[in-house]
């Protein structure tokens, strides 16, 4: 009997490694710039389905993760890249925020700020742990933003985002990457 409790217990802490194994690469760090990023289906708060696939030729694609929709942080994010949302559409680009909230929540939080633009919903945290974003601890991203080239690449990756000023820090970054404009 103690000899079971010590392989299933030897069996629980093989397991627990593995588990961490299969999560993939903690917040991001695992990817750099030049990767090719990680291709994604998810569903929007506009009622769409996007596909990063679906965006190849275009000059950029911006996905700026954020933890939780109707959170002081990530409404100011949100609310800063509606405002910048001018900037934004004269450049070449696809962008988005992300989550891993439902995308019935995420809708209604994009409806509240009156957003222009939809928020990817990955509430099984597939794709943000592809991205290397996932907390499974919280079932929370975490707050990175990615600029995918028209290859599909990574142009850059921003970890250090300040919400308040999200948007047009997009718009800046844009622009130093060369990105053409429509």
């Given at each position: 009997?103690?000899?079971?409790?010590?392989?299933?217990?030897?069996?629980?802490?093989?397991?627990?490694?593995?588990?961490?194994?299969?999560?993939?690469?903690?917040?991001?760090?695992?990817?750099?710039?030049?990767?090719?990023?990680?291709?994604?289906?998810?569903?929007?708060?506009?009622?769409k389905?996007?596909?990063?696939a679906?965006?190849?030729?275009?000059?950029?694609?911006?996905?700026?993760?954020?933890?939780?929709?109707?959170?002081?942080?990530c409404?100011?994010?949100?609310?800063?890249?509606?405002?910048?949302?001018?900037?934004?559409?004269?450049?070449?680009?696809?962008?988005?925020?992300?989550?891993?909230?439902?995308?019935?929540?995420?809708?209604?939080?994009?409806?509240?700020?009156?957003?222009?633009?939809?928020?990817?919903?990955?509430?099984?945290?597939?794709?943000?742990?592809?991205?290397?974003?996932?907390?499974?601890?919280?079932?929370?991203?975490?707050r990175?933003?990615?600029?995918?080239?028209?290859?599909?690449?990574?142009?850059?990756?921003?970890r250090?985002?300040?919400?308040?000023s999200?948007?047009?820090?997009?718009?800046?970054?844009?622009?130093?990457?060369?990105?053409?404009?429509?």
């Open positions: 009997m103690v000899n079971e409790m010590k392989h299933l217990a030897t069996l629980g802490v093989v397991l627990s490694i593995l588990a961490g194994a299969v999560q993939g690469p903690a917040f991001g760090e695992d990817l750099k710039v030049g990767d090719v990023a990680p291709d994604f289906t998810l569903k929007a708060s506009d009622g389905t996007y596909r990063l679906d965006f190849r030729g275009k000059q950029a694609v911006v996905i700026a993760w954020f933890p939780r929709a109707f959170t002081g942080g409404t100011k994010e949100c609310q800063s890249m509606r405002a910048s949302g001018e900037k934004l559409r004269t450049y070449d680009v696809a962008y988005f925020t992300a989550s891993t909230d439902p995308v019935e929540k995420n809708a209604e939080f994009a409806k509240s700020l009156d957003l222009d633009y939809p928020i990817l919903s990955d509430p099984t945290g597939e794709i943000a742990t592809k991205y290397g974003v996932y907390n499974s601890e919280r079932n929370a991203a975490q990175v933003t990615f600029y995918i080239g028209e290859d599909g690449k990574l142009l850059h990756i921003d250090a985002v300040k919400t308040e999200h948007g047009a820090d997009i718009a800046e970054k844009l622009g130093s990457l060369g990105v053409e404009k429509k």
